[in-house]
């Protein structure tokens, strides 16, 4: 798996558990603190993966980090056969196509949207462009906003007020990042909530300034409004009624917010806890200021990387290797005869000399073929080694060994 594929596990993961610190404290955060924090939560993600990733912590590395090479297959008798074919489609190119059908379909939204506004004629009133098309609902979008044109004059102008209050708090420009996120964490579902919480949150925050107006006629013009009205709702918008977000919008009007800024806090704690938890210590590092008398005694292991610039390479690429361990590995004959199969996942490390080194068998699997998946690749001849920011270095591997019968 890539160091890109992982990037964007780590930065979901940091994601979802940013929500969920976001719920817990909620309640006692005002609208606009709310806006903020869903606002931040993949930028906070993106950010601390960067962030993380750019800083070489020495002695420190995933622990599940680790390239995958193609598995190849070995047989008893003359029949053996590679299987380092690769899958039709990867993991990279399985997400950029998912990105590509959310990005197509946020464009589409794009310009349903513009098309609306571009074929209705509208009537310039400060910098807004007023819209008042029949069958449509009232909803707006950034200085655009459509006002059903059935409300009486008086109905149309708190509307009109209501939906100013969106363009004015800058909602569009919510919607549209929260959009964008979308498209670049598509397979994350937390987001289908984090949209939802935003277009509650963009209405919540109008209708508490609209009621500290209106008071109580605001509430019940709300209610009128919804009982006589069922029009086409346009998504990315800030839309005047929801349904099903009625009863709770004019429950939290009357409803004062415990604010508590401290506890923006806590969030980022959470994301720095998560990226903690994922680190573990793999061993002693050398200190640069040693004693060069004392390395001389004890050898200081080498840092061990699992993405670099450049990595390491068989002499002569995958099919060498392939054919080298095909030629070399005698299925043990016990294990032949009794028919015992299996795949041998062997990790070891290429030094930053090329050497083999620190192979293990990481799977349960039959003793006799792990002991000659393990012989096979310690005999395996120097690699090409791997490079880091001009430095040669050390790189860990994993190759599935299968062991099967013709």
Not at 53 to 72: A, C, K, M, N, T
Request: overall charge neutral; hydrophobic content about 45%.
């Amino acid at each position: 798996m890539s160091q890109i594929s992982w990037n964007l596990i780590e930065m979901n993961v940091l994601i979802l558990m940013l929500y969920i610190g976001y719920v817990g404290i909620r309640r006692r955060l005002s609208f606009a603190q709310r806006r903020t924090v869903l606002i931040g939560l993949p930028v906070v993600a993106v950010t601390t993966i960067l962030i993380k990733s750019g800083i070489d912590i020495s002695g420190f590395s995933y622990s599940l980090q680790v390239v995958e090479l193609s598995p190849i297959q070995v047989g008893a008798g003359a029949q053996m056969t590679t299987l380092g074919q690769t899958p039709l489609l990867s993991l990279n190119q399985l997400y950029w196509i998912g990105a590509l059908c959310f990005g197509l379909l946020f464009v589409f939204r794009i310009a349903k949207i513009i098309t609306f506004f571009h074929k209705n004629d509208s009537k310039k009133v400060e910098e807004y462009r007023i819209y008042k098309v029949k069958g449509k609902t009232s909803f707006s979008f950034f200085n655009y906003i459509q006002i059903t044109p059935s409300l009486t004059s008086t109905e149309q102008d708190i509307v009109l007020e209501h939906e100013k209050m969106h363009v004015k708090k800058r909602h569009s420009v919510d919607t549209i990042f929260i959009e964008i996120a979308h498209v670049i964490f598509w397979f994350n579902p937390i987001f289908f909530f984090i949209k939802r919480e935003m277009v509650n949150l963009h209405e919540y925050e109008v209708d508490a300034l609209m009621y500290q107006k209106h008071k109580v006629n605001y509430m019940k013009f709300l209610v009128n409004y919804a009982l006589g009205l069922n029009g086409t709702h346009y998504l990315l918008t800030s839309r005047f009624y929801n349904q099903l977000t009625l009863k709770k919008r004019i429950k939290i009007m009357k409803t004062n917010i415990r604010k508590k800024s401290w506890l923006l806090s806590v969030i980022p704690l959470i994301g720095m806890l998560a990226i903690a938890v994922q680190c573990t210590k793999e061993g002693d590092t050398s200190d640069e200021r040693t004693d060069n008398r004392i390395e001389e005694i004890v050898e200081v292991p080498e840092k061990v990387y699992e993405d670099v610039e450049i990595y390491p390479e068989y002499d002569g690429g995958q099919t060498a290797m392939t054919n080298f361990i095909i030629e070399n590995v005698e299925y043990p004959k016990a294990a032949s005869e009794e028919g015992v199969e299996g795949i041998a996942y062997v990790q070891f490390v290429v030094s930053s000399t090329g050497a083999i080194k620190d192979a293990v068998v990481m799977n349960d699997l039959d003793e006799r073929l792990a002991e000659e998946a393990l012989r096979v690749v310690e005999i395996m001849p120097n690699w090409i080694p791997g490079e880091n920011k001009g430095k040669k270095v050390a790189v860990k591997f994993t190759l599935p060994i299968s062991f099967k019968l013709s």
